[in-house]
């Protein structure tokens, strides 16, 4: 039998399952119906007909040819997650853990969302498998992303305001986990990142892999040849994972790039392995951004996507091992990398995946022409126009 | 360990079973309302009849606690009341004469980082168990060691979800008492217990001798009164947080408020 305390849920020293003993059994529950579910071929079947002719997979590789020009070094191909349904990979996972859900005979899905984009895609995978739903938002987040707000209530979610602690997605994640706590029978919790008790850091790795499965074969067709170096942004750390994972065995580089803020030093960041340390948040072991009373410190930054304590396990495991290495990128520069790629490529980034791009564009310019880097364009930006035009000072 | 050498929690259960009682057991965040009166509290309690106090160690991400500890939580945590308080606290207890054991409680990234930093001795030498709540035995070898070392008892929570054949596990890493759930949720008062209360009750005490103490959601005589029917001792946490910090929102005194509520709700004679 399997469950929370397998090996397989840990990442070297990270990773396991750190929960009130009440959500013990729901975790053992889910660890078994993943395991049967993720061997059965309808499932699968049931899964690839959503995501193909529903959610319009698979999402295209793209030549970058402006910024690559701009860049002046290697060649950038994007790797369209902007494309899937609901504008980002988060659908990816929401509508696999959806599936399951309801194979589990569970009739309520809860779910955290920060940027709201988790949260839109759980309500959309609802609305379409015709389960109910309650999405936890921070209040700070359901100000910022007023548009997910509603886009939620549009797909018949109800959207619950946490007002507790620093009012933003760690917030949230508290209030849906307490929320399971008190109703385990009939409850799924559908969490949105590769973060949290084990199985969801296996459950979230797995069912976003399409991201580099999809990539990998596009690039090998396209290119001739493996890509040089794989960039993606860090949030919690599922678009990263996804693409990264079917790359493991190639001798390709990879970078995450986290939210830098207003910069390390600044204390306003959320760049976990630049200012962290390692300690237990949400159920697992992983590198976090505390004060040395073990204190979960608040975080900044300009995308609410990547505004989290606390990064994935595994990218923890993978950055120890020397696998995976691990930068940054600020507001400033995520910033003027979103405006970049609208204007070169006619594609508005989200802005998390803007820290990505900020990132290839300070540091890629010295590598080679005949090099390739593939970043994962993890979702649009028509969710943050209105931000960045506050910052701007226009009110639209 | 030392054949014959009971901790200061067996002692107050081995002295409880003598007299024929049951144990009450006080919960107070520590903190709440503020520091000094913790101290006031903690001695009304102890003159109230209390048996054993537990202590809640503020987490910035409380998650299995209601609204009530959550403030409490925060308000400590804006005050800037971290673990040496604590100790501050505990150390002037004892200093004027406090007789009572006292069980942390708390979550286990603090903890982590008290073990990491080698404070945990020091700043938890008054203490005499500990429990956390987001630690299940199957995570807790460190932990366990720690507190051995340490002298510290450790307490795990049996829930209403705890399937049967896990709490020989669970009893089998604890020490002092059990503490077991009443009912799936968060910290906060409930208005029924649910009635498999106590078949649950009685499955822990046929697989540990152990004492087992029942907690979370008990707020009122009644409530307090079945519990004591069937176990070693009941737990009030978020009933007296929220007497206490109502009090203080209002101007009013929350010692004598807490003490009034105390006498309300313990249902033991003298
Ligand atoms: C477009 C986009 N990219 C990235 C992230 C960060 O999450 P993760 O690190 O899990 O991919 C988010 C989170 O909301 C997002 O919306």
């Known amino acids: 039998m399997t469950g929370p305390f397998d090996p397989q849920g840990r990442y070297g020293r990270y990773g396991g399952a750190f929960v009130p003993e009440t959500l013990v059994e729901p975790l053992y529950e889910l660890c078994s119906a993943w395991d049967s579910v993720r061997k059965d071929p309808q499932f699968h079947a049931e899964l690839k007909e959503l995501l193909s002719h529903w959610a319009g997979r698979p999402t295209p590789l793209s030549y970058a040819p402006r910024l690559t020009e701009h860049l002046g070094g290697p060649q950038l191909w994007l790797k369209r997650e902007d494309l899937n349904h609901t504008g980002a990979h988060k659908l990816n ?38 389960l109910d739903c309650t999405v936890f938002m921070g209040t700070i987040d ?6 997910n707000v509603y886009r939620m209530q549009l797909l018949g979610a109800r959207v619950r305001r946490v007002d507790s602690g620093s009012r933003t997605l760690k917030d949230a994640i508290n209030e849906a986990l307490r929320h399971w706590v008190a109703d385990s029978a009939s409850t799924y919790y559908l969490l949105g990142s590769a973060l949290g008790p084990h199985p969801y850091p296996s459950i979230v790795r797995e069912l976003q892999s399409i991201i580099g499965l999809e990539a990998r074969a596009q690039v090998l067709e396209r290119c001739g040849q493996l890509p040089d170096l794989l960039v993606a942004c860090v949030g919690g750390g599922s678009n990263a994972i996804g693409l990264f994972h079917p790359f493991r065995d190639d001798p390709c580089r990879m970078i995450g790039v986290e939210a830098g803020g207003e910069g390390p030093g600044s204390g306003r960041h959320a760049a976990r392995f630049a200012g962290g340390s390692v300690g237990v948040l949400h159920g697992t072991r992983t590198w976090l951004l505390q004060d040395e009373w073990g204190q979960i410190l608040e975080t900044h930054s300009v995308s609410a996507g990547l505004d989290y304590p606390a990064v994935g396990p595994e990218h923890a495991f993978l950055r120890e091992q020397g696998r995976v290495e691990f930068s940054y990128a600020t507001d400033q520069q995520a910033l003027k990398a979103f405006r970049l790629c609208s204007e070169l490529e006619g594609i508005i980034p989200a802005l998390e995946s803007s820290h990505a791009l900020a990132w290839v564009l300070h540091e890629c310019a010295a590598m080679k022409r005949d090099e390739v880097v593939l970043l ?11 931000q960045v035009a506050a910052l701007d000072g226009k009110r639209l | 360990m030392k054949a014959k ?12 079973s003598r007299q024929g009682r049951k144990a009450f057991v006080p919960y107070l965040s520590l903190g709440n309302p503020e520091l000094g009166s913790c101290r006031d509290l903690a001695l009304m309690l102890e003159d109230c009849g209390a048996d054993i106090l537990e202590l809640g160690l503020p987490f910035t991400d409380p998650i299995a606690d209601g609204p009530t500890n959550q403030r409490a939580a925060q308000r400590a945590i804006e005050a800037g009341i971290r673990a040496e308080h604590l100790a501050e606290l505990t150390a002037e207890l004892r200093g004027i004469g406090f007789s009572l054991p006292i069980v942390l409680f708390t979550y286990y990234n603090p903890l982590i980082q008290l073990r990491r930093r080698g404070l945990l001795g020091d700043l938890l030498k008054d203490i005499d168990g500990v429990l956390v709540t987001d630690l ?32 020989a596990q ?43 103490c029942v907690g979370f959601g008990i707020s009122r005589r009644e409530q307090a009164e079945r519990v004591c029917q069937v176990a ?20 009013a005194d929350p010692v004598a408020a807490a003490r009034e509520f105390v006498r309300k709700v313990d249902p033991r004679g003298p």
């Not at chain 2, 807790?140 to 002298?151: D, F, L, N, P, V």
Request: one cysteine or more; hydrophobic letters at 35%.
């Open chain 1, 93 to 130: 996972n929401a509508l696999g853990q959806a599936l399951l859900a309801r194979r589990m005979g569970k009739t309520h899905i809860i779910a955290e969302t920060g940027a709201g984009q988790h949260g839109v895609a759980t309500a959309t995978a609802c609305a379409r498998l015709g």
């Open chain 1, 142 to 147: 359901a100000e910022r992303q007023a548009l």
């Open chain 1, 376 to 386: 994962n364009l993890s979702g649009r930006g028509d969710k943050d126009v209105a």
């Open chain 2, 5 to 16: 050498h009971l901790s200061p929690i067996q002692q107050r259960f081995e002295l409880l």
């Open chain 2, 136 to 167: 299940p035995p199957e995570e807790a070898q460190e932990h366990i060691g720690s507190c051995r070392e340490s002298q510290l008892d450790t307490i795990f929570l049996a829930s209403p979800t705890t399937p049967s054949s896990r709490l």
């Open chain 2, 170 to 212: 669970i009893c089998a890493v604890s020490s002092g008492f059990l503490y077991c759930v009443s009912s799936e949720g968060v910290t906060g008062s409930r208005s029924e217990l649910p009635k498999e209360l106590e078949s649950r009750v009685t499955e822990l005490k046929q697989t540990s001798a152990l004492p087992v």
């Open chain 2, 232 to 251: 070693d001792g009941y737990v009030i946490g978020s009933a007296l947080g929220a007497v206490i910090e109502d009090a203080w929102l209002g101007g």
